[in-house]
């Protein structure tokens, strides 16, 4: 359809089904200022999602931000950890409380290696938001030094931790 203004003429607007306007509360979770989809498993180092490698006993910390970006408060009633890993992981400091639309609140998932290998584990925020509740984060790192790199004149091979098809391994 189109208005015609006083001031600016004739503007078209054409409605955007793609990205509706929230007519209440809306979370959205990015980490490294990188979003992150929802229930999503393609783990990234960008947004924190592949958390990386930490030696056996050591551990990462990783810091989260969870935006208000709706017209009314977000509330956070619950944090919780889930998944075959889940003990590997802790919610270091969880926000529960309310977001006020175009504020954000912040916090942080530690990850305790143990073990060799992947461990992975999801975090689940309770909120409002009618689709999006719960918003839930998958992780993954690994525990364990990594080999990176192994140059024997026979078998040479580098581990980039990424499948040929771009996924991570």
Excluded at 22 to 45: A, L, R
Excluded at 50 to 76: E, R
Excluded at 118 to 138: G, L, M, T
């Amino acid at each position: 359809s189109t208005y015609q203004s006083p001031c600016l003429g004739r503007i078209s607007m054409t409605p955007n089904y793609f990205n509706p306007i929230p007519t209440g509360p809306e979370i959205d979770v990015e980490s490294n200022t990188v979003s992150i989809q929802s229930n999503n498993t393609t783990y990234q180092n960008a947004n924190n999602t592949l958390l990386g490698a930490a030696p056996a006993g050591s551990f990462i910390t990783k810091t989260y931000s969870i935006f208000n970006s709706g017209i009314s408060n977000l509330s956070i009633s619950g944090m919780t950890l889930s998944g075959v890993n889940a003990g590997n992981f802790a919610i270091v400091s969880p926000f529960i409380g309310t977001i006020a639309p175009g504020e954000m609140a912040q916090f942080q998932v530690k990850f305790t290696s143990s073990g060799t290998g992947y461990k992975s584990a999801s975090v689940s925020i309770q909120n409002n938001d009618v689709s999006e509740n719960p918003f839930v984060i998958n992780l993954k790192a690994y525990s364990g030094t990594a080999q990176l790199l192994n140059f024997d004149g026979v078998n040479d091979w580098v581990n980039s931790g990424i499948n040929c098809d771009n996924s991570v391994m």
